[in-house]
T-cell receptor
Framework: DAGVIQSPRHEVTEMGQEVTLRCKPISGHNSLFWYRQTMMRGLELLIYFNNNVPIDDSGMPEDRFSAKMPNASFSTLKIQPSEPRDSAVYFC???????????FGPGTRLTVL | AQSVTQLGSHVSVSEGALVLLRCNYSSSVPPYLFWYVQYPNQGLQLLLKYTSAATLVKGINGFEAEFKKSETSFHLTKPSAHMSDAAEYFCAVSDRTGTASKLTFGTGTRLQVTL
């Protein structure tokens, strides 16, 4: 059974470029979460969806960040324009039901030069 | 609002020694609690969870944790450390007041296992 799938696994881009990170949650899970992890700030929740609807985006750092979930099997996190301080590992996670554990993907390591 | 405090950002133990990673929580409702492990260059993996059933919870890889309401603690233990246990460990509490299973994570404890 496939877990949470993220692509790409690594992304290197230049400042000012648009970056799109992709996530496929586990089939049947109704919640999806985007996290960012850095040495300085640890693990931060950016946004989460329940039944494809954004519930809380208060963790999105600024307007350069946007996330969508057009259907139950796909979500994107977009950064436009990207900046060096956006360099981090971005994780997607999904959960099968309310108050249950989250299943994490392998992450996307983003480097903005 | 829920919160989690992990005491000790780094813990070092000898191989074969007891592992004890501390986690204290704050929650306005009976909490659900989780321990996750993160190996280098990987995502977080669930070790165990407490969801108001038995207070002593057994997880994978020989780890267990005990929910103590009076102490608001959920410490993670393993009787005998193995080199493969070296990783970062995160405690998390579930926000059961929301509409989805939002978790609040601690800052993590890096476990080092020495020979």
């Amino acid at each position: 059974d496939a877990g949470v799938i993220q692509s790409p696994r690594h992304e290197v881009t230049e400042m000012g470029q648009e970056v799109t990170l992709r996530c496929k949650p586990i089939s049947g899970h109704n919640s999806l979460f985007w996290y960012r992890q850095t040495m300085m700030r640890g693990l931060e929740l950016l946004i989460y969806f329940n039944n494809n609807v954004p519930i809380d985006d208060s963790g999105m750092p600024e307007d350069r960040f946007s996330a969508k979930m057009p259907n139950a099997s796909f979500s994107t996190l977009k950064i436009q324009p990207s900046e060096p301080r956006d360099s981090a590992v971005y994780f997607c996670a999904s959960s099968p039901s309310d108050y249950n554990e989250q299943f994490f993907g392998p992450g996307t390591r983003l480097t903005v030069l | 609002a829920q919160s989690v405090t992990q005491l000790g950002s780094h813990v070092s133990v000898s191989e074969g020694a007891l592992v004890l990673l501390r986690c204290n929580y704050s929650s306005s409702v009976p909490p659900y609690l989780f321990w996750y492990v993160q190996y280098p260059n990987q995502g977080l993996q669930l070790l165990l969870k407490y969801t108001s059933a038995a207070t002593l919870v057994k997880g994978i890889n020989g780890f267990e944790a005990e929910f103590k309401k009076s102490e608001t603690s959920f410490h993670l233990t393993k009787p005998s450390a193995h080199m493969s246990d070296a990783a970062e460990y995160f405690c998390a509490v579930s926000d059961r007041t929301g509409t989805a299973s939002k978790l609040t994570f601690g800052t993590g404890t890096r476990l080092q296992v020495t020979l």
